[in-house]
């Protein structure tokens, strides 16, 4: 039975727990009679909302009569999301009520003025926006430093090396600043010459190490913590080695291409890194993402990017060893490897997850999961298919025609507008038509669907490519601990 849904949405999480914005929005949409809710803190310009897009998925499912927000800017604050969202709810008779805003989808006065606010909430965004980017233009102009990197500080708008007393080590009650401290990991990373390396010696000598809270993999509340007062990730490290300022200038927009600015000399009192160390550290990166790969993103194994560790939530690496190694060079024979997955974050000693567990033990739980959940999968994949609506980019482009059309009309009625608007219509049909037909013919049955998800010896005998292409599209984290498989998580 269709139900009356409630959606509430702040932009960050310190508007959640600091303002109590998120629950003033979820009493006062309980009030107004919704019976359950869905969450979202993300920004309302993002489309990649989970829960937005778990009850839009309801709605197409014909099981929502009624969406309540506080504010329709609460939805979206995007127009062509707003009109995507409007068409889908019209599509499936769900109405849309925003209790701020006077808004009712059941009338054209409702829509048109729906999609004023909607016109009107963007445009404030893009204002906005411009604000905010006149206001870092001018503070460039003035050259002012801005987003200091770990070891240094601002002072009077300009860069400074931070020496104030950061943290006191145990041994020996001797305190750090963090320059001193920065300046360690500089030596650190040309002594060892690798990242990894580097980050275990200094993560082993500040007793750093990152472990998992909040909810499961997945899922965006809760995360990473890490027991300290800093942390570098790999990737981290490789940014902070290269940033301008260690050498004493100003960078501006360092990723934003064309528009990338570098002020030398602004601060040469306070260089962390020597121009000879500078370049150094970019021949040692380039050496080792040449010979040993690293920033590759290649998933070259079935269960590649799925597997993560349950105590600091990192990604675990692939990794191999043989097994007859001595045997092999002794009788000049092929030699046999196995291959295992260990959390990543224990190559720099910032999680305390050890043991390895072997690809085909991961592989085993992920294929057993799928076997014992092949009817909810074949059913699922069914009721997609059915479901699915031919959305394609030159559709959805006539669309938002079509709604301009038919807005102009309402103002003002036209012969001339009227069989524009037909004519729109008539050239959705046909797309839609034709992208039906080609679905049908790929259309797979419920019993093939069946049979395939629920034999074992079949995934066995699959190729790795149709396995990797599979897994990605039906599980989301395979969860290890101390060799074991904790949870396989699927997309269904």
């Not at 599209?473 to 498989?485: N, P, S, T, Y």
């Amino acid at each position: 039975m269709a139900k009356v849904y409630g959606y509430c949405r702040v932009s960050s999480r310190e508007q959640a727990e600091n303002t109590h914005a998120l629950e003033q929005q979820c009493d006062r949409i309980r009030s107004a009679g919704a019976e359950e809710l869905f969450v979202d803190v993300e920004s309302g310009s993002r489309d990649d909302r989970k829960q937005f897009n778990n009850l839009m998925g309801l709605v197409k499912k014909g099981q929502a009569k009624e969406i309540v927000v506080t504010r329709l800017d609460r939805l979206t604050r995007s127009l062509p999301t707003l009109r995507k969202t409007i068409d889908g709810l019209q599509k499936h008779n769900c109405n849309l009520r925003a209790l701020d805003d006077s808004i009712d989808l059941k009338t054209a006065a409702g829509k048109f003025h729906l999609n004023m606010l909607g016109a009107l909430a963007e445009m404030e965004v893009d204002r906005l926006s411009e604000r905010v980017r006149h206001g870092w233009e001018h503070l460039r102009d003035r050259k002012v430093a801005m987003n200091s990197p770990f070891g240094y500080c601002k002072v009077n708008n300009q860069h400074e090396l931070d020496h104030a007393p950061f943290l006191c080590l145990i041994l020996g009650q001797h305190e750090m600043s963090k320059a001193v401290i920065a300046r360690e990991i500089v030596e650190a990373f040309l002594k060892k010459r690798s990242l990894r390396l580097a980050l275990r010696e200094i993560n082993e000598r500040y007793g750093i190490q990152t472990f998992a809270h909040g909810n499961k993999i997945g899922e965006k509340k809760g995360g990473r913590v890490a027991q300290g007062i800093f942390r570098f990730s790999v990737g981290g490290l490789s940014n902070w080695l290269t940033n301008p300022v260690l050498q004493g200038h100003l960078p501006y927009l360092r990723r934003d291409g064309d528009r990338s600015q570098i002020h030398l000399d602004t601060h040469p009192k306070h260089r962390l890194i020597s121009d000879g160390e500078f370049k150094e550290i970019e021949s040692i990166l380039a050496h080792n993402k040449k010979v040993r790969g690293y920033g590759s993103t290649a998933l070259k194994y079935p269960c590649s990017g799925l597997v993560f560790c349950a105590e600091c939530r990192g990604a675990c690496y692939s990794l191999n060893g043989a097994k007859n190694y001595h045997k092999a060079k002794r009788l000049d024979i092929a030699i046999e490897r196995n291959y295992y997955f260990q959390c990543k974050n224990w190559g720099s000693r910032a999680c305390n997850q050890k043991t390895i567990i072997r690809m085909e033990v991961v592989e085993a739980a992920v294929i057993d999961t799928l076997v014992k959940k092949a009817a909810q999968i074949a059913n699922i994949a069914q009721t997609s298919e059915s479901l699915a609506e031919p959305e394609t980019p030159e559709i959805q482009k006539l669309r938002s025609q079509m709604l301009q059309l038919q807005q102009a009309n309402s103002i003002s009625p036209n012969p001339a507008i009227q069989g524009a608007i037909a004519q729109i219509e008539n050239q959705i049909t046909q797309l839609r038509y034709s992208l039906s037909q080609n679905r049908q013919a790929n259309t797979v049955s419920h019993e093939v669907l069946l049979w395939a998800f629920s034999d074992p010896e079949l995934w066995k005998n699959a190729s790795d490519e149709d396995k990797k292409r599979v897994y990605r599209e039906l599980v989301e984290a395979v969860v290890i601990r101390d060799g074991q498989v904790v949870e396989v998580k699927l997309n269904v």
